[in-house]
């Protein structure tokens, strides 16, 4: 590229990230301004349901094993909390080692 | 040795051991060693449990615990794989690589390099698995990367073509061969609709998953994975976009990546500065670049 | 004895762990809530929405940190960047002390994300102790220690779970987490009286009480965090307050979590404890005081 053409073209971007910024400093939170064109919201629509917290100190006691039930055990009859994921796995379905 | 590490040691060992497909403790670990006789040595029974049943309670939430953490960070991965090979593939990411980490957040850290040494896990669809691991990864690094403080005037005044410009730390950009971005909003649409506890909207949601994946043809995409008001987003970039923003990301001067940008552009000469405008007119709105 | 330099001479009253569910309802609502505790670790990033959330909840509540991987019993050194980023968020929370658990969690850099019981030995005192004093003396807060449900014992150990307690603090210098439901699920899963423990820990180090549900199996109590408290936990708080006087008390709630309103009130239960308890506490009080076991 030619020393003048790519003055041009930093010329050019340098316009741009004024301009930019002049949208940004005047936008406000949650602004439909349409220069921010931020893409796709990851979730379909950009909400709380993207929040996660992956620490707790709770016993694991989840669907996927009752937290240490085993198909004997008292413990996981009459769960019902499972229904639509796949059971407990007390059928060794799950993990074939 | 200490007898405490000696002892954390063990304990360790035995309750990071993957479990049976049964979901219990294996009598016997892959090394030989039984995990009967070794609960035995170093847990008390009570009158309820044995040794090896005290430990397997600890074994079994272990796993449970990563699996449940694993699973919410990649549910496309799950879904290109498939749910019986994705239980496989986790077992055997998370025995090779064990959390290093205080924090499970970085539970998937090294997922990618991983599976380009497992590629029992990536055939028969190779690059869309892998896709969809680098997308997955790039919205975890997104979701709470750092957020710089934006260019301020005196900043903005000094910028000629030999200045660098820092981007975003939240900011991931990617060239990937699958559209999986729109995969992934879809099933994450999916997942989040309907009643979860239906077997029968259960079956349906599964179906059409596997449909979608099936369905879906190649396309040669660049993205970028940023985030905006704390939303994470997907942004499709043209491929000089990609190569400026990848040029600027490896430490390129202005000029230099602009210059980059335009190598075997179909960007015709005389475009080429109203593009740049627009480009960096988008990117200083969303806030990218930094300090 | 509710306010001492364990908790930083502080007067909290009834408080809830922060948790996503309830972001919402208590920023729109803004309910009236004595304090919030936040898992430490959920915050330790460097930016995005939960940081937003946490300046919204730290702009209108007195917040606390609790924390889930310090591991204060593991044999190997803690992690720098750990305690780096820990100290960040200390700092912005203005927390008026730091809790995380008596037990062990990783090893050789490797961790099990699980609060793993400890041996309660000698050795694991003096390593315990000094690796709190460690922690406490990098994030200048005070630091108090919380004691764990615990599903297994081990043969080597040489002391009972409060007579370790007893000791770490003491050498530690540092204050108590007492948590209740943990004393009761490990007490029916060891076979111990509960009320032995509650009455052999030194009342002036308790900085901060927990409370919880859990989940009963067959052989087992799990720690399950999902349930309202159950009785005989409120029995235990009771006496531990009828010890300490009205203490900073803190219900948690992690799975299968109901709405705020019915979370806060299940926790603000606690009030009819503490509100019987706002005269000094009368030491030596009943009869199973007599069976506790100090060293």
Known sequence: MKHSMKTLMVAAAVSGLLSGAATLQAATPHSTNPVLKAGKASFGSASLHQDTSKHSCKGKNDCKGQGGCKAGDNGCKGKNSCKGKGGCATDGSKHPS | MSELLELQRRVAAAIMHPLTRNETMPRRRRDGVSNTSEAATYIKPNDRLSSFERLEIYNRQYWFRLYSCFEEDFPGLKAVVGAQKFELLMRDYLTDCPSQSFTLRNLGSRLESWLLEHPEYLDPRRQLVLDMCRLEWAHIEAFDEAENPLLDADDLATIDEHSLLHLQPYLRILELQYPVEDLLIALRSESGSGDASSNNASAARKTRRVRRVAALEPEHIFLAVHRHENSVYYKRLDREDYLLLKALLSGASLGNAIETAFVDSVIPEEDRGRWLQQIFTSWSALGWFTR | ?295
Not at chain 3, 254 to 263: L, M, N, R, T, Y
């Open chain 3, 1 to 295: 004895m509710p306010a001492n330099r364990f908790n930083g001479y502080t007067d909290y009253g009834v408080g809830i762990g922060l948790r996503i569910p309830h972001y919402r309802h208590i920023l729109t609502k803004k309910p009236v809530v004595d304090w919030f505790e936040i898992i430490s670790e959920n915050y330790m990033i460097d930016g995005g929405r939960p940081l937003e959330v946490l300046d919204k909840i730290l702009d209108q509540y007195k917040v606390v940190q609790h924390g889930v991987s310090m591991y204060f019993g593991s044999a190997s050194d803690p992690d720098p960047e750990h305690l780096r980023r820990l100290k960040q968020l200390v700092k912005r929370t203005r927390t008026p002390w730091l809790s995380d658990h008596l037990c062990w969690g990783s090893v050789d850099g490797r961790y099990t994300h699980d609060l793993l019981p400890m041996p309660y030995t000698w050795e694991a005192v003096k390593v315990t102790a000094d690796r709190i004093r460690h922690v406490q003396d990098f994030l200048e807060v005070p630091v108090v220690v919380e004691n764990v449900s615990s599903y297994a014992e081990y043969h080597v150990s040489e002391m009972t779970e409060w007579e370790f307690l007893n000791e770490v603090v003491e050498r530690a210098d540092c204050g108590i987490l007492l948590d209740v439901n943990n004393i009761y699920v490990s007490s029916q899963n060891h076979g111990f009286d509960p009320f032995v423990y509650v009455n052999a820990v030194p009342t002036q180090r308790i900085a901060q009480i927990h409370i919880a549900g859990h989940s009963k199996f067959e052989k087992y109590i799990l720690d399950t965090h999902d349930h309202p408290v159950l009785d005989p936990v409120w029995e235990l708080y009771a006496r531990t307050i009828e010890r300490t006087g009205p203490t900073a008390t803190l219900l948690e709630w992690d799975d299968k979590i109901p709405s705020f309103d019915e979370v806060h009130a299940e926790a603000l239960k606690a009030n009819r404890f503490l509100q019987g308890a706002a005269q000094p506490p009368s030491e030596p009080a009943k009869s199973h005081e007599l069976e506790g076991v100090a060293r």
